[in-house]
Each structure stands twice: as C-alpha cells, then as structure tokens.
T-cell receptor
Framework: GAGVSQSPSNKVTEKGKDVELRCDPI?????LYWYRQSLGQGLEFLIY????????KSGLPSDRFSAERTGGSVSTLTIQRTQQEDSAVYLC?????????????FGEGSRLTVL | AQSVTQLGSHVSVSEGALVLLRCNYS??????LFWYVQYPNQGLQLLLK??????LVKGINGFEAEFKKSETSFHLTKPSAHMSDAAEYFC???????????FGTGTSLTVIP
C-alpha cells in the first residue's frame, strides 16, 4: 500500500478481554516496529521485527503482550486480559531494511480504551 | 545506552516568532538524529534527520536543526512560526550498530495568533 495501515483505528474494550491490533506495513519494508504512546509519556518501544523474526522484544510490558509477523508483512499485536493501564495509542512503523540511517514510516495508530 | 531529553513539554510562540524546540541526547557512539512531527489525530512524519553529513540539517516546512556534538544537542528551529506548525514534535536517536529508535517525550507547540 501507499502507507502504513493500522486497524482498528479505535477500539473500546472491557477490562479482561483480549484485543488484536493489526499493522500492514509499506510493501517491501522488512523492518517493523510497535510503539505505545500514552498521554505525556512519549513513544514507548514495544517490539521490533526484521522480516518475521523479532530480534528485540525487550519493550513488551508484560507476558500479556505478544506480537507476530507473518510472511514478512502484516503484524499483529495481541494484548490478553486487558487492563485499564493498557489504554493508549499503539503506533506501528516500518522501514525499508535493516538500515542505519533511514527513517521510520508511521501509521496513524490504533487508539485502545479499556473500560 | 541511548536516551533523548526534550526540554519543555509545552512551548508557545506568537505567529511570526522564532520557534526553538530543544533536544539533548546521550549516545556512546555517533548517533543518527531525527525530528518527527505529529499533527492532531495523525501518525508521525519525518521533519528532518542528521546522518553524519552536514551538521546543519534542513527539513520540510522551513524547519532546520543543528547537530552540536560538544553540547550533545540537536535543537529544532524555524525563523517564523506559522499557525499550521501547531503540533507535537518528537526528537529521536538511533545508533549505527542497532536498529532501535529512542524517542523523547515530545514537545507540544502552540502558535498564538
């Protein structure tokens, strides 16, 4: 596609439910990143994929969070047993390759609200 | 380890006035530095980046930033603010040896008519 696409754009769920957030990166981009943006907290790194593998999962806040990427393209971020503190905007970004000085291309984010 | 500090979570300037958004970084190796802008309800887009070429970097919409190694700074400036510049601005650092991008907490710019 023309840009990074994320869905859903907005998700309201009840505490304890599971949610899945989807990211469709720019075609041909091998690197994919997930960030979480909370009010006043900046961008919190969650996980990074190079192809289908995740060399860096250090940012996942707890074992309730997981992510996968299939076919070197679409990625899904899953949050199990959601808590209110999971409420945030989840941003996905992709990059052309394992680059040293390139930029990240961001989607518009998925806003998650846990009631 | 790398980190980015943005001084001032909120900055207000009058239309036509100088914009100065501050960013300091820490890095054990020569860094790559970026400024991103986020308009309301949109994703982040790149304003400019420093990649060890010229220390003064020009970006889109009249913004520029200067890499100062001695001060470990990469402040963003624009000579004359426009109403359309109102947005959230993020500084980020990346290292040559890694693929991790570290973002600052952001600075919200308000432009007063």
């Amino acid at each position: 596609g023309a840009g990074v696409s994320q869905s859903p754009s907005n998700k309201v769920t009840e505490k304890g439910k599971d949610v899945e957030l989807r990211c469709d990166p720019i075609s041909g981009h091998t690197a994919l990143y997930w960030y979480r943006q909370s009010l006043g907290q900046g961008l919190e790194f969650l996980i990074y994929f190079q192809g289908n593998s995740a060399p860096d999962k250090s940012g996942l806040p707890s074992d309730r969070f997981s992510a996968e990427r299939t076919g070197g393209s679409v990625s899904t971020l899953t949050i199990q047993r959601t808590q209110q503190e999971d409420s945030a905007v989840y941003l996905c970004a992709s990059s052309p390759n394992q680059i040293r000085n390139g930029e990240l291309f961001f989607g518009e984010g998925s806003r998650l609200t846990v009631l | 380890a790398q980190s980015v500090t943005q001084l001032g979570s909120h900055v207000s300037v009058s239309e036509g006035a100088l914009v100065l958004l501050r960013c300091n970084y820490s890095s054990s190796v020569p860094p790559y530095l970026f400024w991103y802008v986020q308009y309301p309800n949109q994703g982040l887009q790149l304003l400019l980046k420093y990649t060890s070429a010229a220390t003064l970097v020009k970006g889109i919409n009249g913004f520029e930033a200067e890499f100062k190694k001695s001060e470990t700074s990469f402040h963003l400036t624009k000579p004359s603010a426009h109403m359309s510049d109102a947005a959230e601005y993020f500084c980020a650092v990346s290292e040559d040896t890694g693929n991790q991008f570290y973002f600052g907490t952001g600075t919200s710019l308000t432009v007063i008519p």
